[in-house]
Each structure stands twice: as structure tokens, then as C-alpha cells.
């Protein structure tokens, strides 16, 4: 008896703690205190959607898009790559690309990676080889910042599954560039902080990244396709959705064989369950 | 083992004879999964979920085990040799995926077995000590899984690792040594990530330990019921096996159909995304929040707002911190006192009207709601609703438990399992409050105990 007393006067206790320190003062604050301020920026954030149709590898049975990942490759090679590194991609995993080996290594070659001379030991510089990962844009962090108007460019090995919905999340990025409604920023004071660029897909709206696909035509495509903005950022997307994880495809024709292994083996197994149960319970009705 | 009438086992070769005789393991087993334990009858799906948590152990120590031969618990690397299991090692994306997924199935698991050890009162004696060591299996995997999390070294690790250290910090006078020397450090660090993969690769096994004394009790007064009334005679019960293992080799088939989904299709929409970009002390996540299965616990942390003070004054008696984490540790030892607060006769929800209304209206949506407040931002109206629900999650099981087990008038129960498998009548006289009557522990009807073994 005594522990029950003991513990309805200890939950009224911490009851009345609650209530009378934290929800009251909480809720007295939330109806007469002043409101909660929110930034001007988000008047102007808006969610992005991916490209039209969505990507070749969205759904349960999604795959690859060979000539599209390579174009994304052309992309990250000849616009991303000035600042951004992917440095848990080796030009080895080219080959899944639907690259032939020549290719690949003709690929590396294409590279400059750090190196040392084998004379003397000295640090210098190399062709790439198959077993290189893909070299670094900055000697360091501190050159990155100094270069970048101090935003240190990030890896991009993993952004398509480090951001919320992320293919899509750098497809609305590329493409979310441009300038803030003019009146409604004049109405609520906003400015574009110094150095930074308006866009309306990024979470505050002011990014330190430059339009880095700006015109319509910026890279050749080797296929012929017409590289427009919208184009090149699904590509790029595509491309980068792979780095993050090149096993995507693998993993979901895996999971198939293994649904349909199970789904058999639990019908067998709820086939003897009831067999073995048969007779036990008593026939409804 | 626990009733007269359970099959002895006899071995049939002469090599299972001289097994036997030398180390009866085989015999151990037997009593314990096999044909010599006699399980009531009347089990419904709920009862699946102490073999599934079982399962999941041996998952998650055999994918471990295998990831911690491709891991190195360094700050330097760590998250390097992550991405290295995930693009350079054999189908080591598989392994960690099931990893980390096989976490979350396993606390859905636990959470189900509590849930259903919560609506049946499996805690009532003479089961109190099966409950007991449940609750430090819990605590320990409470444990296990926040140190695992901080392995991968990502941003949502260290932050993670930051504010769980951080909460000791909250003790008066000794915090900040205590967080120290906990960490190793003023911060997580290599220290800090060093000592974690050395304890959350030992505390699986202590939890197995644990484990074992939690079946081994069970098996003592034999499993309950969704009746909760006790066994009376063999007709009550069936032998675990071939009767048990077949319902639970189907719910396992059920079990993994769910759990392949997740790996194979949907690995990451249970994690955070920000614990792909390494661990950087100089950026702060926008939300910390830890992993989703210790949402309802962060809600009751975060639900004091206010320090206490003396009114009118500004002299502090405990800070807001502190007494968030002496609730949110106060919400689950208080599990340990829970047999002895609920004093009803009848263990079964299904006979205890007033109960089974505080329990559907007032604790589900009470934890639906600390759960969602858990994995939201700081603002309103999710702090008042976390305060609201914290405050009924105490009142739940603190104050009303205790009241409506001794007020409460029991429906009538079935006289045995087997009526109440067939359907017979029920007893005339529903048991009064607060005397052993059938659904009372251990009792027989003519007042003796349960054989014990």
C-alpha cells in the first residue's frame, strides 16, 4: 500500500512541476508574449520538385540510365569539379558507368593526381591511374575557403543522400537560381547578403555558390543532346545520385529475388502452421 | 518444466544417450523450445514477439560482427571505412543497411513485446522478475543502439553523442567531470569513439546474458496468456513444439518480408540525412534529433522549460535540464516499480473495463503524441503537447494505475483456457478487488501455488 500512496504523491509532484513551472509560463508566453520572429528569407524559399518525369532509377524498379550518368559525368568534369571533389569515387568505378576498360584508363589518364617522384621523393604531380580515386580541387580546407569567398566548396561523394529527397534536392538547386520578387522584397526588406546568390530552393534563399550551370550550351555533349540548364542539372543529378550510392540498382533487383524467396518460404510456413494447428480451435459458427 | 504433465526428453540414438549423460544440452533445449515446454493454447499474435526480438539479437550481432571487421573506430576515418563497407566491401552495403535497419526492426519488436506485456499486466506476479530483467535488457539496448549510432562519425553521431554526454553535465557539483571523463575529453573525439565501439560491441553479449536469465524466469511459472488466467490442467496447454515453433516460424516469415522492404527498397528513410556529411564540430545541425525509437524519451527531456524556482523569487531550486533528464530516466525506471503500483487481480485487459479505457484513450495517444513532439523541432504546439503527454505519462502510471486497480470492477473470467478456447460458460462471480482470485498469480484454485518446477 505504501509504495502506491508513495507514488501517486510523486506523480502529482512531478505533475505540478510541469504544469506549474514550464506549461503555464510556456502557454501564457505563446498567448500574450510576442510573436516568434521569422526571417524574411523564408517568404521566399520554395520546395523544389525534381526534373519533369522524374529519374530513370526513382521507383522499386528504377534503373540506371547508362548515357545519362555519363553526361553527368561530363558535367561534374567540366563544371563541378573546379571546386567540388568526390573523394570516395575511384575512376576504377567508372567502369560501371558502362565505360570499356580502355576507356576507364584513358579516362584516369585524363586526370592530374598528387604524386612523388620516384627519383626523388620530391611531391609532384601524375596521370591518374584505374586505382586513383578522384583528386582532391583544393591542397586543403583552408586554400578551399580562401578561394571561395571563405565557403568551403563540400564533398559531393554523398550530397544526393545527405540532404532530404537529395537527386532531386540538386536538381531544384542548379535550377533554383535567379532573382527575389521585387516588390515582395521591397516590402519585407530583403536583400541578398553580400556575396551571395538568390536561390529560392536553398533553405535560406541566400547560397555562396555562383549559377554554376549559367547558360544554356555550357558543356558539349559527345551523345548530341541539347544541353539546357534543366538538361545538365538532371544530368548532373543523375551522376550524383550514382556516387552516393552506386550500389542503388544492385541493391533493389537484390531485394526482389530475396521478397520473392521470402514471400514462398512464409506461405509454406503459414501452410504448416495451419496444418499443424488443424483441429485445435473449435470451428467458428 | 513447469507442469507435471510436459514430455520428458529421451533420446533415441546411442550417441544422443552418451550427450546426454555428459552434457545434457541437447535436453536444455528441448525443455526450453522444444516439445518439453507446455505454452496455453490460446496465444494470439501478439505472444510472436519475444521469438522476433530474439531473432533480432543474433541479427545484429552476426551483421556486427562482420561490419567490425571492415570498421576502424578512428575520428581520422571512421566515416571513410563506412563508405568503404558500402562501395568497396562484398555486398557490404547489404550488411550494413540490414545493421542498421535490423536496429530499428528490433526496437518495433521491443516496443510491440512491451506494449503487449503492458495490455496483458505480464508484469503481475508471479511473472515480476521476466519483467524486471526485460526492463534492463531495454535499458541496455538503449544503450547499445546510441553508441552505435555515433559510429558511422557523421554529423548526427556527434551531435547525438554531444547532447546525450551533455545531459550528465545537468547533475549538480560533479556534471562536468562526469561528462568528461565519460567522453574523455571536453568534446566527442577519438577517445569518446574509441570507448563507444568497445562497449557497443560487449553489450550485445551482455545483453544475450540477459537474455538468458529473462527466459530462463519465464520458464519458471510458464508463459501467460491473453486471458491471464493461470493453466490448470495439460488440456490448457500445447507442447512449444511443433505448436509454437510453426506460428513463429510464420511471423518470422512476416518479420523479415517488412524488414527486406526497408533494406532493399527504403534503407535510409529511417536514418537522418545529415548523417552522411562527417562529423564537424564547428557546424551545428539545424535540428538535432536522435534516431526515431528514442523520439518519445527526448519529448519528456525536452518538456521542462522551466526552472523550478521558489515563486516570486529568482533563487533556482533545479534547473530546467536537470529535472528534464531525472523524468526522462524517472519514465522508464519507473517500469521497475510497475508490479507492485498495479495491485488488480485480473491481469488481462480484455477483463478490466476502466483499465482498458485509460490504456486505448489515454497512454496510446499520450505516446503517439511524445513520439511525434520527439522527432519535431523545439517550437509549438509541439512543446505544450510534449508537456501535456509527459505530464499524463506519469499521471498514467503513477497515479491512475494505482486507483483504478483498486476501484475497478473485473468483468467474469473464464473458468480455464479451455473453456475459453471452446466457448463454455463463464463463471458466475467476477473476483473481487484485492483478493487472489483466478487471473491472481501462481494460485490454484484450492489455494496452493503453482509447481514450480
Request: glycine fraction near 10%.
Amino acid at each position: 500500500m505504501s509504495i502506491r500512496l508513495g507514488s501517486i504523491l510523486v506523480g502529482l509532484a512531478i505533475t505540478a512541476v510541469l504544469v506549474l513551472w514550464s506549461l503555464l509560463p510556456g502557454a501564457y508566453n505563446l498567448a500574450f508574449g510576442p510573436a516568434p520572429e521569422k526571417q524574411a528569407s523564408y517568404a521566399f524559399y520554395e520546395h523544389g520538385e525534381g526534373p519533369e518525369g522524374g529519374f530513370s532509377f526513382d521507383g522499386p524498379l528504377g534503373t540506371w540510365d547508362m548515357a545519362q550518368l555519363q553526361r553527368g559525368y561530363q558535367v561534374y568534369k567540366e563544371v563541378c569539379s573546379a571546386c567540388h571533389s568526390i573523394k570516395f569515387v575511384a575512376f576504377r568505378n567508372l567502369a560501371q558507368l558502362g565505360y570499356t576498360e580502355a576507356e576507364v584508363d584513358a579516362e584516369a589518364a585524363s586526370w592530374t593526381v598528387p604524386g612523388i617522384d620516384p627519383a626523388t621523393g620530391e611531391t609532384t604531380t601524375r596521370p591518374g591511374t584505374r586505382v586513383d580515386a578522384f583528386p582532391m580541387p583544393f591542397p586543403n580546407a583552408i586554400a578551399a575557403a580562401a578561394a571561395n569567398n571563405n565557403a568551403i566548396p563540400p564533398d559531393l561523394s554523398l550530397m544526393a543522400k545527405a540532404r532530404h529527397d537529395g537527386s532531386n534536392y540538386i536538381y531544384s538547386l542548379l535550377t533554383g537560381y535567379g532573382e527575389p520578387d521585387p516588390e515582395k522584397a521591397a516590402k519585407l526588406g530583403f536583400e541578398t547578403g553580400p556575396g551571395l546568390y538568390f536561390n529560392k530552393h536553398f533553405p535560406n534563399v541566400n547560397i555562396a555558390m555562383a549559377p554554376p550551370l549559367a547558360i544554356d550550351g555550357q558543356v558539349t555533349y559527345a551523345d548530341g543532346t541539347d544541353a539546357t540548364i534543366p538538361q545538365m542539372s538532371a544530368d548532373v543529378a543523375a551522376f550524383l545520385t550514382w556516387t552516393a550510392e552506386p550500389s542503388l540498382v544492385a541493391r533493389k533487383q537484390t531485394g526482389w529475388f530475396v521478397l520473392g524467396f521470402l514471400v514462398f518460404a512464409t506461405v509454406l510456413a503459414f501452410l504448416s502452421y495451419k496444418q499443424i494447428w488443424a483441429g485445435m480451435k473449435p470451428k467458428k459458427g | 518444466m513447469s507442469f507435471a504433465w510436459a514430455k520428458q526428453y529421451e533420446p533415441k540414438s546411442a550417441f544422443t544417450r552418451w550427450i546426454d549423460e555428459k552434457l545434457p544440452l541437447p535436453r536444455l533445449v528441448y525443455n526450453a523450445v522444444g516439445a518439453g515446454y507446455p505454452v496455453p493454447r490460446n496465444l494470439n499474435y501478439m505472444w510472436n514477439f519475444g521469438v522476433l526480438a530474439g531473432f533480432c539479437l543474433v541479427l545484429q550481432i552476426v551483421t556486427g560482427v562482420v561490419l567490425a571487421m571492415h570498421y576502424a573506430a578512428n575520428a581520422e576515418v571512421a566515416f571513410g571505412t563506412v563508405e568503404h563497407i558500402m562501395r568497396n566491401v562484398n555486398y557490404g552495403w547489404m550488411l550494413r543497411y540490414a545493421h542498421a535497419n535490423g536496429a530499428s526492426f528490433f526496437f518495433i519488436v521491443i516496443y510491440l513485446h512491451i506494449f503487449r506485456g503492458l495490455f496483458y499486466s505480464s508484469y503481475k506476479a508471479p511473472r515480476e522478475m521476466i519483467w524486471l530483467l526485460g526492463v534492463v535488457i531495454f535499458l541496455l539496448m538503449m544503450a547499445t543502439a546510441f553508441m552505435g549510432y555515433v559510429l558511422p562519425w557523421g554529423q548526427m553521431s556527434f551531435w547525438g553523442a554531444q547532447v546525450i554526454t551533455g545531459l550528465f553535465e545537468a547533475i549538480p557539483l560533479v556534471g562536468t567531470a562526469i561528462k568528461t571523463w565519460l567522453l574523455g575529453g571536453f568534446a566527442p573525439d577519438n577517445a569518446a569513439l574509441n570507448r563507444f565501439f568497445s562497449l557497443h560491441f560487449l553489450l550485445p553479449f551482455v545483453i544475450a546474458g540477459v537474455v538468458i536469465l529473462h527466459i530462463w524466469a519465464l520458464h519458471i511459472p510458464g508463459s501467460s496468456n491473453p486471458t491471464g488466467i493461470e493453466v490448470k490442467s495439460e488440456s490448457d496447454t500445447v507442447p512449444f513444439h511443433p505448436y509454437y515453433t510453426s506460428k513463429d516460424g510464420f511471423g518470422l516469415g512476416v518479420f523479415l518480408i517488412l524488414f527486406t522492404v526497408m533494406v532493399f527498397f527504403l534503407p535510409n528513410a529511417l536514418g537522418h540525412p545529415d548523417n552522411y556529411i562527417e562529423a564537424n564540430p564547428l557546424s551545428t545541425p539545424a535540428h538535432i534529433v536522435p534516431e526515431w525509437y528514442f523520439w518519445p524519451f527526448y519529448a519528456i527531456l525536452r518538456a521542462f522549460t522551466g526552472d523550478l524556482t521558489i515563486p516570486f523569487t529568482t533563487i533556482v531550486l533545479i534547473p530546467a535540464k536537470l529535472l528534464g533528464v531525472i523524468a526522462m530516466f524517472g519514465s522508464i525506471l519507473l517500469w521497475f516499480i510497475l508490479p507492485w503500483l498495479d495491485k488488480s487481480p485480473v491481469r488481462s485487459g480484455h477483463y478490466r473495463p476502466l483499465f482498458r479505457k485509460f490504456f486505448w484513450f489515454g497512454f496510446i495517444p499520450c505516446m503517439i503524441v511524445l513520439f511525434i513532439c520527439g522527432g519535431a523541432p523545439a517550437e509549438e504546439p509541439y512543446v505544450i503537447l510534449s508537456q501535456i503527454a509527459t505530464a499524463y505519462y506519469f499521471l498514467h502510471f503513477l497515479v491512475i494505475l494505482p486507483i483504478v486497480s483498486q476501484i475497478e470492477v473485473p468483468k467474469p473470467l473464464p473458468f480455464s483456457i479451455t473453456d475459453a478456447v471452446l466457448g463454455k460458460g463463464k463463471v458466475a462471480s467476477p473476483p473481487r478487488a484485492g483478493t487472489a482470485g483466478d487471473g491472481d498469480g501462481g494460485m490454484l484454485p484450492g489455494g496452493a501455488l503453482q509447481p514450480a518446477e
